[in-house]
C-alpha cells in the first residue's frame, strides 16, 4: 500500500486561487525482518535471555518454609523473600532497592550505554523469545518476507496460525507465572484447572498475556522507539568516554562492494562491503553506519553480524565495535581506551552504589524481627486503684515479623517502680499479629502529677538479641 504522502498530486488547473495539500504526520510503520545472527554477543544475550527466564518461571514454584519462597501477599500485606518478611513499615527496602536500581542504570549506560535495554530489558528479552519461535515456525529473514509476500493459501495460513498459537500459549503461561507471585502458584493452578478462577486473578493473568503477546509480536521496536521514556533521556548519561556501539568510518569508507580476492587499495574503498548485515540483523531496523541513534538499544547485533563478514573477507574485526568517541576521534589502543572509562562521572556513580548496597545489607543484616506499637487508652488517661496506685492503660500490637513462633516478656522503664500488669510470656505465631492489652502501675508518693517519659521493653524469650524498646508517656494527676 503507499502512503497518502507519496502520492504526487495532480497539477492545479489554469485560474485556480486555492491549492489543496496534504500533509502527512505519521511514518506508517514498515515491517522489519531480523536476520539471526551468531557470535559472542548473540552467545551472551540468548545466556541471559535462559537466565533471566528460568529465575521468573521457576521462582514462584521454589518452596520456603512450606510456602512459596517469593510471594507478594498483597490481601495480608506482606511480602515473603525466601527467609525475609517484609511489612508495610519494611517500604524503605523497597525504597533503597528502587534507589539502588536506578543508580546501577545511570552507572552502566554511563560506562557502556543501554547495556539493561540490549539484554535484560523484558521487553527485549520476550521480543527475542517470540522471534525465536517465529524463525523456528516460518524461517530466516528472507523465507518470512517471501511467505508475507506470498498469496493467501493453506500453507501461509497454517504456518501463521502455529506461531500465533505458541506465541498466545506463551503470553498466557507468561501472565500465569506473574500472577503467581502475587497468589501461591500451585493453589492458581489448581484453580486454573477447576475452572474456579476469581476475577482478580482472570483479570491479570489475561491483561499481562495480552501485553507480553502485544509488545513481544506485534509492536516490538515500536516500544523502544516511542513508549519507552528511557531512550529519549539516556544521552544525559552519554559522553565522549562512553561505550557505544560505533561504525568505524574512517576504516570503513568508501563503501564498496568486491570479491574477497580483490585489493582495496586499487580499487579505493574501505573494509566496508556494503552488504548490508548491520541493518538486516538490527532488532530496531537503523543503520549503524549513520551513527549512534536513540533507536539503538545496545544489542550488538550489528558487531557479530559485521565480524562475520570481516571474517569471510578475511579483514580485521571491529569495523563496527564497542568504542568511544575520544578513543575513535584520537585513534585510541583498547588500553588508553579503558583507562578513561574510570572518569569521575563513574567513580561517583561507583562510590555512591557501594554505599548504598553496603547500608542496604547491613540494615536487611540488622533488622530485627520484630515490631511493637503502643496506643494509650484515650477514654481514661490515668485512674487510682483501690490500694492508691496510678494505674495507666495500654494496648501493645505486637508483630513478630520471622517465621518461628516467640514468646515476648514486657517490661517498663522510666519511672520508680513501675509495674506491668497482664499475662505473660506473650505467644505470637510467626509473621502474624498479636494485640495485648497491659496496665502499668505506679506509687505517686514520690512522683509529681503531670505527664512522663516512659519506655516499653518487649524482648523474645527465647532469643535475646530480637529486642524493640518503644517510647510512651504515663500521666499522673
Not at 500465569?176 to 500451585?186: N, S
Request: hydrophobic content about 45%; aromatic content about 12%.
Amino acid at each position: 500500500m503507499r502512503h497518502p504522502a507519496s502520492v504526487t498530486p495532480p497539477a492545479p488547473a489554469a485560474g485556480d486561487e486555492h491549492t489543496d495539500s496534504e500533509t502527512s504526520l505519521y511514518e506508517v510503520r514498515k515491517k522489519i525482518y531480523p536476520r539471526a545472527v551468531h557470535g559472542w554477543f548473540a552467545g551472551w544475550r540468548i545466556a541471559l535471555v535462559l537466565a533471566t527466564q528460568l529465575i521468573f518461571y521457576g521462582l514462584p514454584w521454589l518452596t520456603w518454609n512450606a510456602r512459596p519462597a517469593v510471594l507478594f501477599d498483597l490481601g495480608a500485606r506482606k511480602f515473603y523473600v525466601f527467609g525475609l518478611v517484609l511489612w508495610p513499615q519494611d517500604f524503605i527496602f523497597l525504597t533503597g532497592l528502587l534507589v539502588i536500581s536506578a543508580l546501577s542504570l545511570f552507572l552502566f549506560t554511563a560506562v557502556a550505554g543501554r547495556l539493561f535495554c540490549g539484554y535484560a530489558c523484558p521487553q527485549t528479552v520476550y521480543t527475542e523469545i517470540f522471534m525465536w519461535i517465529e524463525r523456528m515456525v516460518e524461517g530466516d529473514r528472507m523465507q518470512r518476507m517471501r511467505l508475507d509476500r506470498a498469496p493467501a493459501n493453506a500453507v501461509r495460513h497454517a504456518r501463521k496460525a502455529l506461531k500465533h498459537g505458541i506465541w498466545i500459549a506463551l503470553a498466557l503461561w507468561t501472565g500465569f507465572t506473574f500472577v503467581g507471585y502475587f497468589t501461591p502458584i500451585r493453589a492458581l493452578a489448581a484453580e486454573v484447572a477447576t475452572a474456579t478462577l476469581g476475577p482478580w486473578e482472570t483479570f491479570w493473568i489475561f491483561f499481562y498475556a495480552l501485553a507480553t503477546y502485544g509488545n513481544a509480536g506485534w509492536m516490538r521496536e515500536q516500544v523502544c522507539k516511542y513508549m519507552c521514556p528511557y531512550a529519549r533521556f539516556q544521552s544525559a548519561m552519554f559522553d565522549r568516554d562512553t561505550l557505544t556501539i560505533t561504525y568505524d568510518a574512517r576504516r570503513g569508507e568508501p563503501r564498496g562492494a568486491r570479491s574477497r580476492a580483490a585489493d582495496r587499495g586499487k580499487l579505493g574503498v574501505g573494509d566496508c562491503v556494503d552488504c548490508g548485515i548491520c541493518v538486516q540483523v538490527c532488532p530496531t531496523g537503523i543503520d549503524i553506519r549513520k551513527g549512534l541513534q536513540y533507536e539503538c538499544i545496545g544489542c550488538a547485533a550489528c558487531i557479530d553480524g559485521c565480524n562475520q563478514v570481516m571474517d569471510k573477507m578475511g579483514y580485521a574485526r571491529g569495523l563496527i565495535r564497542y568504542t568511544t568517541e575520544n578513543a575513535l576521534a584520537a585513534n585510541l589502543d583498547a588500553r588508553s581506551m579503558w583507562k578513561r572509562v574510570t572518569r569521575p562521572r563513574t567513580l561517583i556513580y561507583g562510590a555512591l552504589l557501594l554505599v548504598l548496597v553496603s547500608g542496604f545489607l547491613i540494615a536487611l543484616y540488622l533488622r530485627t524481627p520484630l515490631k511493637v506499637d503502643v496506643i494509650r487508652d484515650r477514654a481514661v488517661l490515668a485512674r487510682e486503684t483501690r490500694d492508691g496506685m496510678i494505674e495507666n492503660v495500654y494496648r501493645l500490637q505486637i508483630m513478630n515479623t520471622g517465621e518461628r513462633m516467640h514468646r515476648y516478656v514486657i517490661r517498663a522503664s522510666g519511672l520508680d517502680g513501675l509495674q506491668v500488669l497482664g499475662t505473660q510470656p506473650v505467644a505470637v505465631a510467626g509473621a502474624t499479629t498479636a494485640a495485648v492489652a497491659i496496665a502499668v502501675r505506679v506509687d505517686p508518693a514520690h512522683i509529681k502529677p503531670g505527664s512522663h517519659a516512659i519506655r516499653f521493653h518487649v524482648e523474645a524469650v527465647e532469643d535475646a538479641s530480637i529486642r524493640v524498646d518503644e517510647k510512651s508517656r504515663f500521666y499522673i494527676k
